[in-house]
Structures are given as structure tokens and as C-alpha cells.
């Protein structure tokens, strides 16, 4: 059963409960097991992006991200990405995106934290109060773009931030439902 999507380029990859991955090619309409070796401890998976050839596994339960390489047989078994003791500060995680710097979403009980990591390591971070907190935030997307987008379902809104955190803007409709 699928457990969580994402699309890197022009194909999607998906992590399966077996545990396992597949990759779909739209183009060629071709669907191919992916061979992923899960930690013990990623059982609860948030979310997943993928950056250069690497997958990066958003692992509620222990509160850490795992860097899985790919291989020819597939993707290795992965490797505790945040380091530092850092990963005592996150608290139920909600998503990630990566640019290059990985920027890890926690859900509103936690002020709709934003965490920012380079190379494992967390950087000073943080996101302008809003008049309208943020409430129970659904998605982070940063990779190629120079903003970061929060989707905040509850608000029915798209929140948008610069990169420095310093300046925001946002995006309503009450299509944004569901």
C-alpha cells in the first residue's frame, strides 16, 4: 500500500508499507520497483524529498532525517542525516524540502516551526509572527525557488517567506479546503 509520494524531475517516486519504493515514469507510463533499505527506526514516515540522486526520509517516530544513497541495487540503507544532538529540538515533524539546505516543517502545536539544517548541522532560523498564527500546516516546498510555501489548510491559505525569514506574504481562497 502506498504510504507517501513526491515527484523528483519528470517521474514519481513512492514508498510502499511493504517496506519498499517504486519510481513512475509518466512518459513511458512505466512503473519499477525501487529496492530501499529502511532503519528499524523509520517506521513512521512524515514525508520524503529527494535532492541530487539522494532520498531523504522525514521520520516521525525517532524525530530525524535518514539520507538513503542510490545505488545501482537501488537505495542504501540510510544514515541519521541531522547531527548534534539537534534533533532533540524537533517536534512532530510535518514535512521537508531541500534546496541544498533542508528545511524541516512542525506542525502548528509547535508554532508551525520552521527548522533549518546545512549538512546535518541546524542554523539560525526563524520565521516573522503572523497576525493569524499558523495552524495545523500541511506542507513546506523550498526546492528551486527563492521562497518557502507553507500550505496552511485550517487558514485556507498559502503562507510565503523569504529564505532569510525576514519577509512574508500569503495567498487566500476558500477553494483551499481540503
Same mark, same amino acid.
Given at each position: 500500500? !502506498? ?14 508499507? +511493504? ?13 519499477? *520497483? ?11 514516515? /512524515? ?5 541530487? +540522486?539522494?532520498?531523504? %526520509?522525514? /521520520? ?15 537505495? /542504501? ?9 539537534? $534533533?532533540? $529540538?524537533?517536534?512532530?515533524?510535518? @514535512? ?11 506542525? @502548528? ?9 546545512? =549538512?546535518?548541522? =541546524?542554523?539560525?532560523?526563524?520565521? #516573522?509572527?503572523?497576525?493569524?498564527? !499558523?495552524? *495545523? ?6 526546492? *528551486? ?7 496552511? #489548510?485550517?487558514? =485556507?491559505? %498559502? %503562507?510565503?517567506? +523569504? ?11 476558500? =477553494?483551499?479546503?481540503?
Amino acid at each position: 500500500h !502506498l504510504k507517501i509520494a513526491k515527484p523528483f524531475g519528470a517521474k514519481v517516486i513512492f514508498l510502499t508499507d +511493504s517496506p519498499g519504493a517504486a519510481v513512475y515514469d509518466p512518459v513511458k507510463s512505466e512503473l519499477k *520497483n525501487v529496492t530501499i533499505k529502511l532503519n528499524q527506526t523509520e517506521t513512521d514516515i /512524515a514525508d520524503i524529498d529527494i535532492f541530487g +540522486s539522494n532520498l531523504y %526520509v522525514l /521520520a516521525k517516530n525517532d524525530a530525524n532525517i535518514y539520507k538513503h544513497i542510490l545505488t545501482a541495487g537501488g537505495y /542504501a540503507k540510510g544514515e541519521q542525516w541531522i547531527l548534534g544532538g539537534a $534533533e532533540k $529540538e524537533i517536534k512532530d515533524p510535518v @514535512s521537508i524540502s531541500i534546496d541544498g539546505d533542508i528545511y524541516l516543517l512542525q506542525s @502548528s502545536d509547535n508554532s508551525g516551526t520552521v527548522l533549518k539544517f546545512t =549538512k546535518g548541522i =541546524k542554523q539560525e532560523f526563524t520565521l #516573522p509572527p503572523l497576525l493569524i498564527p !499558523l495552524k *495545523n500546516t500541511a506542507k513546506i516546498i523550498a526546492a *528551486n525557488l527563492k521562497n518557502l510555501y507553507i500550505l496552511d #489548510p485550517d487558514n =485556507k491559505r %498559502v %503562507v510565503i517567506f +523569504s529564505k532569510d525569514g525576514k519577509t512574508f506574504s500569503q495567498i487566500t481562497s476558500d =477553494k483551499f479546503d481540503n
